[in-house]
């Protein structure tokens, strides 16, 4: 799916779960083989006992991954239905009165 605000790039989604099940997958595997490593295991049982981390921690890392590509896209669609546009990065969040905070172009406009 596809997103935009207003005239800023476009905001791509779908892609993240795939990356964070690699990182997180990756991550068991080096986890383990360290650990594997550590503990004197013989090679054969630690690479086993890796892969198999890999394996668990990649679902986990999709399943996670997903969730976050749901709640992005549905944060893009309320704010398109709203048509609210996000604070760009070039203006300055200033405090006001109420203890909230309003952008420096609203300020001095």
Known sequence: MLGTAGDQEPVSTGGSAKIV????????FAVAMIAGAGADNPLDVTITRALFSLVVCMIIGAI??????????????????????????????????????????????
């Open 21 to 28: 099940a690699s990182c997180v997958g990756l991550t068991g």
């Open 64 to 109: 996670v991954g997903a969730a976050a590509d749901v709640a992005m896209s549905s944060a893009i669609e309320q704010l398109q239905r709203t048509g609210a546009t996000p604070i760009s990065s070039e203006t300055k969040q200033v405090p006001n009165d109420a203890g909230g905070s309003v952008s420096e172009k609203q300020v001095t406009s």
